[in-house]
């Protein structure tokens, strides 16, 4: 058989299927000149065709208006659901005369929060009525936390019923409620119309708790029946501003620096036994309050409330009020007081707010209502002196020892060092953190440097209090900076607005300096190198050795948490608190970055040993001998590498070291007040 040419020939013409190439090529030519008229009369419809367009937005919700409201609204809470974590809540809004429909708003913007996190997520069963008749509510379809009710004519009021349904898990949001222990914040369980300033919406507010149960807030209290407890009338702002602790078990102690200045901190916890305080702890707490009155020289509440959650189970938080504060730490900080070092700043950093933030406040930060944007431009002063203030308060108090704190501005000072983010990001940008990523966490926390305003501020305003006793010749201080600029206005709650020039101007009127330059260039410039001009003008250096800390050791281990940031370039904690050891964080550009590790992988083994803490900086420290790299094996995912690390520096722990010949300023700073108490 022979075998078939695949391409038959015939007088030079190359066949395919039966036709020529020749003929081909002219229905080649009709075939595209086909096309061609095909696709004019498509462009020509096309051109015919109205392109899209937007469709108009809907009606704004109305801006709010500095106007009394038409009446009370009444809230009724029911927080006794402890198996479901549901709070039930009911309101009464009195209608505007005349009024068509009632735009009802649900707090998105929170004081405190400095973002757009109001938990709406979280709402269920929504239903409304009008003068008791049910009626349906449509959401609005820009505004996600706004809620129209059609009105009938002569309305009088609307109802409002909703389940705000507590978290149960972590994963949902912050575990609020337990069988034990309750927060209540009041922006989760209300709604408001919309129009008005908050100040202008009273409430009349009645609460329901489980029985046997005790409550702490500073509202103040009408009637208490049993479970049933009623409020006197307040406005909406002082009542969101006003949160409330319950719980089954409740201890309350008296903290007052003066007969005049009464403050008292309220505690809650899981088990009695976590209550207990000893005389000597107290006195640290009545220390701190104290130090405060002397610093700030006035107080802008009628009584101070301190509200102190002490628990494993709901969630820890540190939230500022004009006259109270949210805190929740672990059901061990008065049980185990001595090993509790990192955890005692937070109850002088949120009642420092009472000053810095709620009595004075930012220009933009102020809003008229709770669904105003808030801008946050300048946190460096709202969050960054207030760090500052709390970790020092804390040292005056006693309830840090001062090498204890200069170990902590040390770790602050050395963070920065390895952190790269500082190449790119200035500090000013970092404000804008909390909107961008409502504080999400972030896989790359040095490079991104998503909150730096609190720790860079604080150095910066360590900063500030240096210069003013150099300008000054020791004689000034930022405590002068606070009298006059948090100070003023004794017993109002009045907020005072304040903008950047406002506080050069206060630190000029203290020390005459450049102070916008100063503060503009540490702000708005980049500045790689470590802000550590505040620690050298205060008389110490920042130096790096491997002489550990042992308070800090001992801190660390009892999270299950390590931290060799300033040597291989990574944290390393327990996931929840428990099973394998988790790299937390890994510092851009440090040799374990350069060597492949990244956050949220699994750390095996060191050197062919599993992985310990210890461990670890055994091998760091035999590297900085021997100048062998340190083995390192992590799995991510079902994944396991080994990775080479040539780091031989060792630990590089941060310390500040005295410097001989220079004014103790840092010393100084640190020491309890000796200035008289202020006569309110």
């Known amino acids: 058989m022979r075998k078939a040419q695949p391409w038959p020939l015939l007088h030079g013409q190359i066949f395919v299927s039966g036709v020529t190439l020749h003929c081909m090529r002219k229905i080649a030519c009709l075939a595209i000149a086909s096309s061609l008229v095909f696709a004019s009369c498509a462009l020509a419809q096309e051109q015919s065709q109205p392109q899209p367009q937007p469709v108009p937005m809907p009606p704004p919700i109305p801006q709010p208006l500095d106007k009394a409201y038409v009446g009370p609204v009444k809230l009724d809470v029911n927080i006794t659901n402890l198996t479901d974590r549901v709070e039930h809540v009911h309101e009464v809004i009195p209608v505007v005369p005349g009024a068509k429909q009632m735009i009802l708003l649900y707090p998105q913007w929170l004081p405190g ?36 009710v059609p009105l009938t004519p002569g309305a009088k009021t609307v109802g409002l019923d909703f389940d705000y349904l507590s978290p149960i898990k972590p994963s949902a949001g912050r575990i609020e409620m337990d069988k034990n222990l309750a927060d209540l914040e009041w922006n989760e369980v209300l709604m408001y119309p919309a129009g008005y300033f908050s100040r202008d919406i009273p409430f009349d507010v009645t609460l329901h708790l489980p029985d046997g149960w005790k409550y702490a807030t500073a509202l103040e209290t009408a009637s208490d029946h049993g479970s049933t407890v009623k409020f006197e009338q307040t406005p909406l702002n002082t009542l969101v501003d006003s949160p409330l602790y319950a719980g089954r078990y409740y201890a309350r102690f008296d903290l007052s620096p003066t007969k005049t200045d009464i403050v008292h901190l309220n505690i809650f916890a899981d088990k009695p036994e976590d209550l207990k305080m000893t005389p000597a702890e107290l006195q640290l707490h009545k220390n701190l309050t104290l130090q405060e009155d002397k610093l700030y020289g006035s107080h802008h509440y009628k009584h101070y409330d301190f509200l102190l959650l002490l628990s494993n189970k709901v969630g820890g938080v540190g939230l500022e009020h004009h006259q109270s504060s949210e805190d929740g730490l672990g059901e061990n900080y008065l049980t185990d007081w001595k090993d509790g070092v990192l955890e005692r700043d937070l109850l002088a950093h949120e009642s420092t707010h009472s000053w810095n933030g709620k009595f004075r406040r930012p220009n933009d930060l102020w809003t008229p209502n709770f669904n105003v944007p808030m ?52 500090l000013i940008d970092t404000t804008n953190q909390p909107i961008i990523s409502q504080r999400t966490p972030v896989s790359w926390v040095s490079w991104q440097r998503p909150e730096d305003y609190y720790t860079e501020g604080e150095l910066i305003w360590l900063s500030v209090d240096t210069k003013i006793r150099q300008l000054t010749d020791d004689k000034k201080s930022l405590d002068d900076f606070c009298k006059k600029f948090l100070g003023v206005y004794n017993g109002s709650m009045i907020t005072d607005q304040y903008d950047f ?17 100063f503060l503009r260039t540490r702000i708005y410039d980049l500045h790689p190198q470590v802000p550590e001009g505040g620690i050298t003008r205060g008389g110490y250096k920042l130096v790096y050795n491997d002489t550990p800390i042992e308070w800090e050791q001992t801190e660390f281990a009892k999270y299950g948490f390590a931290d060799f940031s300033t040597s291989l370039g990574i944290s390393v904690g327990a996931r929840h608190g428990g099973g394998a050891a988790m790299i937390g964080n890994v510092w851009w550009g440090s040799p374990a970055f350069k060597a492949g590790l990244v956050p949220d992988t699994q750390l095996v083994s060191v050197n062919g040993e599993a992985y310990t803490a210890k461990g670890l900086r055994e091998a760091i420290l035999a590297a900085e001998k021997d100048h062998k790299p340190i083995e390192i094996q992590y799995r991510r995912g079902k994944d396991y590498k080994t990775v080479s690390i040539p780091y031989y520096g060792g630990l590089r722990i941060p310390h500040l070291e005295r410097v001989a010949g220079k004014p103790d300023y840092l010393d100084q700073i640190l020491a309890p007040s000796k200035s008289p108490l202020p006569k309110f």
Request: glycine share 8%.
């Open 501 to 517: 020039q406002d506080i050069v101007n206060n630190l000029n009127a203290v020390a005459p300096y450049d102070w916008a330059k």
């Open 375 to 426: 801008r946050d431009n300048l946190l460096w002063v709202y969050e960054g002196m207030t760090q500052y203030w709390g970790n020092v308060l804390t040292a005056r108090a006693g309830m840090r020892t001062p090498e204890q704190t200069r170990d902590i501005f040390a770790r602050v000072a050395a963070g920065f060092e390895a952190n790269k983010g500082r190449d790119w990001r200035p």
């Open 113 to 148: 929060d400095h973002e757009p996190d109001g938990p709406i997520k979280m709402l269920g069963g929504i239903v409304t009525t009008v003068d008791g008749q049910r009626v349906q509510w449509v959401r609005d379809r820009v505004n996600m936390y706004a809620f129209h």
